[in-house]
């Protein structure tokens, strides 16, 4: 065994990495210092910090990040609340066919963000959506609402997309939490007469809660910086209604062609990442070398 | 158990059941359903003349085929590379001891956390010196780099439960590391290589944001770009739309199927991304 083997074997990933992940994301950086449009490439000057007090006086930009504050906060809330319900559910029924049911439940995860927002945009459309026909004639509707071309439901009718998405998430998760918990724990609780009630709350909930802390903060990241599918569905309108700082980033560089100001919204959103990250890394105390859980 | 608690679950198990598959069961029949029933209000629930039309439209009028090859291209070559390059990384990991694992796997996971609309402007300007722009190369490059890290991970978790004495036994008999990796630890890890590389399947298959700033010319789409242009225009053709999407989602609900098992420990990673 020679003592650089596992350097030769790691380079390839090394390497790429280096190349296509950490370089490009340290020019965000020195982009960000500069005035880059992508149709005059040539001249980029340097402009110092403009570019970023030019996002502190961007109203654009404050609603952008408000919005995907609401975007993570809500669909968090209702993909935990829904997903937990599914994974306890999944825990205490014992019945044929729980395998495949499972896996049908579970099947949102194979759908990828642009086809979400396909299904949903279509579930939501404003003319023949199944969602207004649905409260129509549950008599909660008197007309068809444009979800998606309304500033109050456009942002809103994404999180619906999300919450259905992401409650596999959570539900997998947390079931694989409560099967780790041993049947002997439940036994005593029952040998000193808890209530079901007592025993959920001495029992399950202090098991399961670091699977709960890791598995929002993951997906609290990663929610924050998605933004396939709101462009998609609504591209962040109707005039930056639903618009989070994610897709703002994608949005600036891709119709805005500017990439210096892209670059910018960019540091700000690698930022909040950042702190996230520190905070999860912490919480999972990643000391040893297994993964997280 | 208390009848009462029996129907609670009973319905709280069919309401997530509805819950999960009715948007999918709803793209299904909108793609079945014939263009003039689409449009009849109030809805009807079940196509009452299913019709493959959309679908022989999409076959035939659209270039939704050729993006579909596209997307094939692109997603099995990235993964293919991917997995190569985990399966050397993740070995490292799993059977050697040396400065830097630490570092490296906290590294690795890091990365997941990585905010990838942010690569997109940078990754453009790289691209564009490369001359690689508006061509697939370049998405392969890139769905191999993003998925490198979460595969490595994996892969290491996968070489870890297989025991080393059997490629000891090998290098004893004469063969080299390579040999023992290659001969060995890969035939024993068969079931987590075919995990991994579905896993980057799935995510190169997926990704719309870099292909739809990357490509510009029509034959060069993926299926995301290519649907993604169909809903960006005014008139949407929701039948055909579906259709396309059905097909788009066949690929990776089969890919799923066999994934499932390996899903716990891949999200716990925090890497898969849907």
Known sequence: MKKADPYLLLAPAYLLIAGFLFYPMATVFLLSLQEYQLMDPLNTPFVGLDQYAFM?????????LWNSVVWVVVSLFFQFLLGFCLALLLNSARFRGRGIFQAVVFAPWAVSGFLIAIIWAWLLNGEFGLVNDLLIRAGLLDQKVGFLSREETALLSCVLANIWFGVTFFAVMLFAALQAIPPSLYEAADMDGATAWQSFWRVTAPMVKPAIVITILLRAIWIFNWADLIWV????????????????????????????????????????????????????????DEAAI | MHPMRRMVQFTGLCAFFVFAVFPVYWMVATSLTPAQDLFVWPLRYFPAAPTLEHYAEVFLRTDIPRFFTNSLTVASLASACTLTVSVLGGYALARYRFRGRQATLLVF??????????????????????GLLDTLYS???????LNIPFCTLMMQGFFAGVPSELE?????????????????????????????????FIGAWNELLFAVMFLNTESTFTLPVGLYNFISKYDVHWGRMMAGATLALLPALAVFAFVQRYMVRGLALGAVKG
């Open chain 1, 56 to 64: 502190l006086g961007d109203e654009y930009f404050w609603r952008s």
């Open chain 1, 233 to 288: 569905m609504t591209g962040g309108g109707p005039a930056g209604a639903s618009r989070t700082l994610a897709l703002y980033v994608f949005q600036k560089a891709f119709l805005g062609l500017d990439f210096g100001y892209s670059a910018a919204l960019g540091v700000a959103l690698t930022v909040v990442s950042l702190v996230f990250t520190a905070v999860f890394l912490r919480v999972t105390r990643f000391y040893g």
């Open chain 2, 109 to 130: 996971l890091a990365t997941q956390m990585m905010p990838v609309v942010v690569l997109i402007v940078p990754l453009f300007i790289i691209f564009r010196m490369l």
């Open chain 2, 139 to 145: 998405l392969m490059i890139v769905y191999t780099v």
């Open chain 2, 168 to 200: 000891e036994a090998a290098m004893v008999d004469g063969c080299n590391r390579m040999g023992a990796i290659l001969r060995v630890a890969v035939p024993l890890a068969r079931p987590g290589l075919i995990a991994t590389f579905l896993f980057a």
